[in-house]
Nanobody
Framework: VQLQASGGGLVQAGGSLRLSCARS????????MHWYRQAPGRQRELVAS???????NYADSVKGRFTISRDNAKITTYLQMNSLQPGDTAVYYC??????????????WGQGTQVTVSS
């Protein structure tokens, strides 16, 4: 399984970006897809998740501004980011939380995409 993240860039505060994470390859099951971010000098933090049943979870810092979604084929996961703030500046990573068989879990990471928000 490979994950290809894209959609980052430079945007002014208050602007929007949409990140995409395209999955290729086969896997027994994807339990959830996640978006993480890591700012310079800080730990990687979980931003948003979409579970197998379609339910979603968000970090408090992005609730009401970010929306995670996926396409019907569950191949591409999106992160719509609105009302961006300088504090959202980070490298954003997607992660697939999955199983290679009914008993073996495996996580996969995308390469990261830079989001920079100017004030």
């Amino acid at each position: 399984v490979q994950l290809q993240a894209s959609g980052g860039g430079l945007v002014q505060a208050g602007g929007s970006l949409r990140l995409s994470c395209a999955r290729s390859g086969t896997i027994f099951m994807i339990r959830a897809m996640h978006w993480y971010r890591q700012a310079p000098g800080r730990q990687r933090e979980l931003v948003a998740s979409i579970n197998r049943d379609g339910s979603t979870n968000y970090a408090d810092s992005v609730k009401g501004r970010f929306t995670i979604s996926r396409d019907n084929a569950k191949i591409t996961t999106y992160l719509q980011m609105n009302s961006l703030q300088p504090g959202d500046t980070a490298v954003y990573y997607c992660q697939a939380e999955g199983f290679t068989d009914p008993w073996t879990s495996q996580n996969y990471w995308g390469q990261g995409t830079q989001v920079t928000v100017s004030s």
